[in-house]
């Protein structure tokens, strides 16, 4: 997140580059890092009501409702405390919506709420991976929108045009792989990040910058996620 406050495990940090890096943690096999509101760690439709037709097929309103939700695949609100493997089951999952990095999220290795317990955290705007290992004890969520599961190996349309502020992106199925170019930043404001999973560990780091004038960043199709926050939209160029 660079000025912005990006966390470094519990630790806050200006300059976030490879060699000197400051940490959000990332696993896609994933495995999470940010902070709101602890100083410490810083930083589907309404449908007509028109009733089934059995011979037809055709579903009514309520149907048509159900299967956005199971579509959507929530599988927990965005506030509060979670116990892994009781209230929510190890696994990669998602948040999307979310502005002003509002949003707060936390691993932790324990519920003491101290700050060696923090496995991995992050201030988020747009959307955030995390993967949830079984060897979590704690996951804390805080202002973000409800996290949706995530298929890892799912299929989508890649876009060729990426938003600054957008968050988190996976490669081959969010964003396509390739060179983009942003231009316009100030101040150190856009940070970028390419990563190997969704653990948000230094480890999972493949490179990262922080950003005045011109950005230009090559996501490799071998890559997992690319990470944009405060950053001028990515075009596509190559």
């Not at 956005?68 to 979670?82: L, P, R, S, T, Y």
């Not at 990669?92 to 691993?107: H, I, K, M, V």
């Not at 923090?118 to 959307?127: H, K, P």
């Not at 199709?221 to 690319?226: K, M, S, V």
Request: hydrophobic residues 30%.
């Amino acid at each position: 997140m660079g000025a912005k406050g990006k966390i470094a495990l519990g630790v806050v940090v200006s300059v976030v580059v490879i060699g000197a890096v400051s940490a959000n943690a990332g696993d896609d096999g994933d495995s999470g890092s940010g902070g709101k509101g602890k100083d410490s760690a810083a930083s589907a439709e309404r449908g007509s009501g028109t009733k089934s037709d059995t011979k037809s097929g055709t579903k009514s309103g309520a149907d048509t409702k159900k299967d956005a939700k199971a579509e959507k695949k929530v599988a927990f609100q965005g506030d509060g405390d979670f116990e892994v493997g009781t209230d929510v089951k190890p696994g990669t999952y998602r948040t999307t919506g979310n502005t002003d990095s509002l949003c707060y999220w936390e691993r932790a290795k324990d519920a003491s709420g101290e700050m060696d317990s923090i496995l991995a955290n992050d201030n988020v705007s747009g959307t955030s991976y995390v993967t949830i290992p079984a060897g979590d004890k704690l996951f804390k969520s805080s202002g973000c929108k409800d996290w949706e599961a995530v298929d890892t190996k799912a299929t989508g349309t890649p876009a060729a045009l990426v938003k600054g502020d957008g968050g988190m992106h996976r490669v081959g199925v969010d964003i396509a792989p390739g060179t983009y170019r942003s231009t316009g930043n100030t101040d150190d404001l856009c940070y970028w990040e390419r990563t190997k999973d969704a653990s948000h560990s230094l480890e999972s780091i493949l490179a990262n910058n922080n950003v005045s004038g011109t950005a230009v960043v090559t996501v490799a199709a071998g890559d997992a996620y690319f990470k944009t926050t405060g950053c001028k939209d990515w075009k596509k160029t190559g």
